[in-house]
């Protein structure tokens, strides 16, 4: 069985806070829904009786007078869908026009949806948790912040982001 994984896509949509506690220190909060998918190929061979069929959509081959070999190819299809509750410390390098900061924290993925669809039988199975991934895992987050102060208490943020899993996902 070989088993071949195609790229597949994220998209996240976020909203986040801070509030100042010191000069230069922030903490910051928020939620985000993450939306991610895969996918995957897998040669499948099957031996079975030469009197049942496994499916419609199988070659098959006899390989003697009681027995029928199916091959195929199966393609999983994964969907997860995750909130994510961001909880950082950061403290402004620059505390301009133009600010510098820089994050680190912690962030809880919780699972609401995970949808797995096999396109050859054309089954789909949709469950909130399953037993090979858990509904709570933890991530670290590291950020360097660039900010543009438009008001006296208000900024607008560039974030780019570094998340790496500390539990088992």
Do not use: C
Not at 31 to 42: A, D, L, P
Not at 54 to 75: C, F, M, P, R, W
């Amino acid at each position: 069985n070989d088993e071949r994984i195609k790229p597949g896509t994220s998209m996240a949509v976020a909203i986040t806070g801070g509030k100042r506690f010191l000069k230069k220190w922030l903490f910051q909060g928020g939620v985000s829904y993450i939306n991610q998918t895969s996918s995957s190929e897998r040669d499948v061979v099957a031996v079975a009786p030469a009197n049942q069929v496994a499916d419609g959509k199988s070659d098959y081959s006899l390989e003697s007078t009681n027995v029928v070999t199916y091959e195929s190819v199966q393609e999983i299809n994964s969907n997860y869908q995750y909130i994510n509750i961001p909880l950082q410390l950061g403290y402004m390098l620059v505390d301009k026009k133009l600010g510098v900061q820089i994050n680190g924290g912690l962030a809880p993925d919780f699972l609401i949806k995970n949808t797995v669809y096999n396109t050859t039988t054309l089954v789909e199975t949709q469950s909130p948790a399953t037993d090979n991934l858990n509904a709570v895992s933890i991530s670290g987050v590291g950020a360097l912040e660039v900010s543009y102060r438009f008001l006296n208490h208000y900024r607008v943020s560039l974030y780019p982001a570094v998340k790496y899993s500390l539990s088992r996902i």
